[in-house]
């Protein structure tokens, strides 16, 4: 009965995380622990054999996630920064879980992609309702509507859902249910237009190019076609009121946020420079994630006049909480040691999910689009800084699902032949 029970509650988990992950980050927090802690439990009260592959996985996410809470008592971040870390950086531990869970029970890893493209569909209709009745088509201004996780967060999980819609779309005899897709994805595709986020749409239009890449190989006509919807959609009013603008030459080179980000990155740069030559505890465990405007301040102020002069910009200097960058940003707050093992992991984790991916002989070409998501997601993190933050969830999440894959169609089939 109580090992009943576990199962349940650790599919109720994953399925709330699921929904979270596109619109809530009160949910996100909550499931994010019970699931993982659920998946723990039953991977130890429970038969799951994990293979060799997996265990390297275990003990490396359990690993990089033990350590890094030790490094960072070791950063000039406040008391607390070792409890903001644990609960910043759990979400190391969602492929491992989303393998437990789908070790024990095949269907679930289905459950949870449902729910969560079901969530986001929800959040894209709600964006398109404050679109058209809220703000009466843009009519009286242009507003961001980010979702209902905010700014850097929803356009990577509006990419996220595409990649998934157009894998499947790519394995779907044509009918209804491809339509159905397509609509989908352009659906997401105005919600990202309705998002303003300059990132958003770089990191689509590097997912398009791969699905297209794929496409043209069965359907050459398809290029023609697909240009020709974009030149349609990019001279739309709605597309010129929320992004277009944004895109221009005279935006992108001299526009306030370009210039901010410039002067963040020059900054991060100087201080990195200073802690190597000065401070080997900055540099090599973190100014801190909690807090970390404190020891970048004092950073600042060790820095000469004509440095200093260099990375203002409009009189102020940059980025004392948020560089804007998810590498610089993560180098700054956690350290070069932690940054280091970080990456480790990541690799680990791309490596097993491409060659999980490319087991599956009931999807086609999921190794490309695989690969066209995750390039998208390394530029999309080059607009944001997203390793601490909630926008990293969809990232993972789908690193996950690439990962447990095989294992999800290995007990279909297990069921279909019984």
């Known amino acids: 009965?109580?090992?009943?029970?576990?199962?349940?509650?650790?599919?109720?988990?994953?399925?709330?995380?699921?929904?979270?992950?596109?619109?809530?980050?009160?949910?996100?927090?909550?499931?994010?622990?019970?699931?993982?802690?659920?998946?723990?439990?039953?991977?130890?009260?429970?038969?799951?054999?994990?293979?060799?592959?997996?265990?390297?996985?275990?003990?490396?996410?359990?690993?990089?996630?033990?350590?890094?809470?030790?490094?960072?008592?070791?950063?000039?971040?406040?008391?607390?920064?070792?409890?903001?870390?644990?609960?910043?950086?759990a979400y190391l531990l969602i492929p491992i879980a989303l393998v437990i869970t789908t070790k024990h029970n095949a269907k679930t890893l289905r459950w949870s992609v449902l729910a969560f493209m079901l969530s986001v569909g929800v959040c894209l209709l709600i964006d398109i309702y404050l679109f058209a009745v809220v703000y009466d088509f843009f009519k009286n201004g242009v507003v961001r509507i980010w979702g209902q996780i905010g700014y850097s967060r929803w356009p990577i999980v509006v990419v996220t859902a595409i990649s998934i819609a157009l894998i499947v779309q790519l394995n779907t005899k044509l009918g209804k249910r491809t339509l159905a897709l397509m609509f989908a994805v352009i659906a997401g595709l105005f919600g990202l237009a309705l998002s303003g986020t300059k990132g958003g749409i770089v990191a689509v239009a590097i997912l398009g190019m791969f699905y297209l890449a794929i496409q043209a190989r069965k359907h050459w006509l398809i290029i023609p076609a697909a240009l020709a919807l974009?030149?349609?959609?990019?001279?739309?009013?709605?597309?010129?009121?929320?992004?277009?603008?944004?895109?221009?030459?005279?935006?992108?080179?001299?526009?306030?946020?370009?210039?901010?980000?410039?002067?963040?990155?020059?900054?991060?740069?100087?201080?990195?420079?200073?802690?190597?030559?000065?401070?080997?505890?900055?540099?090599?465990?973190?100014?801190?994630?909690?807090?970390?405007?404190?020891?970048?301040?004092?950073?600042?102020e060790s820095l000469d006049e004509s440095t200093l002069q260099h990375i203002s910009y409009n009189g102020k200097l940059w980025g004392h909480t948020d560089l804007h960058n998810s590498y610089f940003d993560q180098l700054l707050k956690s350290?070069?040691?932690?940054?280091?093992?970080?990456?480790?992991?990541?690799?680990?984790?791309?490596?097993?999910?491409?060659?999980?991916?490319?087991?599956?002989?009931?999807?086609?070409?999921?190794?490309?689009?695989?690969?066209?998501?995750?390039?998208?997601?390394?530029?999309?993190?080059?607009?944001?800084?997203?390793?601490?933050?909630?926008?990293?969830?969809?990232?993972i999440y789908f690193l996950g699902l690439a990962i447990a894959l095989p294992i999800a169609l290995e007990g279909d089939q297990q069921t279909t032949s019984t």
């Open 1 to 89: 009965m109580a090992n009943n029970l576990l199962t349940k509650t650790n599919i109720f988990f994953l399925v709330g995380l699921s929904i979270s992950i596109p619109a809530s980050k009160a949910g996100m927090n909550a499931f994010l622990y019970l699931y993982v802690l659920s998946s723990m439990l039953m991977l130890t009260q429970k038969n799951i054999v994990l293979s060799d592959t997996h265990r390297r996985l275990l003990k490396g996410s359990v690993g990089v996630f033990l350590i890094g809470g030790l490094l960072s008592f070791f950063s000039k971040g406040s008391d607390n920064d070792t409890l903001v870390y644990l609960q910043k950086y």
């Open 230 to 300: 974009i030149f349609i959609g990019i001279n739309t009013t709605t597309y010129e009121k929320t992004i277009g603008h944004r895109f221009s030459y005279e935006t992108i080179t001299t526009s306030k946020s370009t210039l901010e980000r410039i002067a963040m990155l020059k900054t991060g740069m100087a201080i990195t420079k200073h802690n190597l030559a000065n401070d080997y505890n900055y540099f090599l465990f973190g100014g801190g994630i909690d807090k970390p405007e404190i020891p970048y301040q004092a950073a600042l």
């Open 335 to 395: 350290g070069l040691l932690f940054s280091i093992i970080f990456y480790s992991l990541v690799i680990l984790m791309v490596v097993q999910g491409y060659c999980a991916v490319s087991q599956s002989k009931k999807f086609k070409y999921l190794p490309t689009m695989y690969f066209g998501t995750l390039s998208a997601y390394v530029v999309f993190n080059c607009f944001y800084s997203n390793f601490s933050d909630y926008a990293i969830y969809s990232q």
